[in-house]
């Protein structure tokens, strides 16, 4: 998938890959090398992942706070 930013797609600073590899014991470049033979996925694949490119449309999600209810039975711990 890709993100909606038309400005420098897909360009990461190298000193920030090998600072990830370092903190994290990583190798980036191995993790290229063994992914080389990966399938390409299908094109109907690719137009439900980048959705927005093809529709030049998105969703947005709105975030609130709800009770929980219990289901079948289960108690919900109190904080």
Request: aromatic letters at 6%; glycine letters at 4%.
């Amino acid at each position: 998938m890709m993100s909606p930013q038309m400005v420098n797609m897909s360009v990461i600073k190298p000193e920030l890959v090998r600072e990830r590899d370092r903190k994290f014991k990583i190798s980036t470049d191995e993790a290229r090398k063994s992914r080389v033979n990966f399938p390409v996925s299908k094109p109907g694949n690719a137009r439900v992942a980048d959705y927005w490119m093809h529709t030049g449309k998105s969703f947005a999600v709105d975030i609130e706070q709800v009770e929980m209810k219990e289901l079948a039975g289960q108690k919900i711990p109190s904080i």
